[in-house]
Nanobody, 126 residues
């Protein structure tokens, strides 16, 4: 499975963006998928994850209520809808995937993911 993230851009505070992560190579219907981000000078941090079967999702506290992760199995795509963006959301956003036999997992540690896409830049100005 290869991942490609797109949809980043520059917006003003309070604006919205939708990121997408498209899978290729083989279907990733049995993979948990997630978004992480890394701001300049900071460590990579978890943003959101979604299971592939149970439809459960996990979110970082700092994005709860503003970001929504979803999957489109027909298109092998995971999306991250971001509203109410803040300058502190500025970062490079990465999508990740990991095979999950249970179908219910939403790992929040980057170490649990072994498939990563290239990043897409999100810049939020005040």
């Amino acid at each position: 499975v290869q991942l490609q993230a797109f949809g980043g851009g520059s917006v003003q505070a309070g604006g919205s963006l939708r990121l997408s992560c498209a899978a290729s190579g083989r279907t990733y219907s049995s993979y948990a998928t997630a978004w992480f981000r890394q701001a300049p000078g900071k460590e990579r941090e978890f943003v959101a994850a979604i299971s592939w079967s149970a439809g459960t999702a996990s979110y970082a506290d700092v994005v709860k209520g503003r970001f929504t992760i979803s999957r489109d199995e027909d298109k092998d795509t995971t999306s991250l809808q971001m509203v109410g963006l803040k300058p502190e959301d500025t970062a490079i956003y990465y999508c990740a995937a990991e095979r999950d036999p249970t179908g219910r997992a939403t790992p929040v540690s980057g170490h649990e993911y072994h498939i990563w896409g290239q990043g897409t830049q999100v810049t939020v100005s005040s």
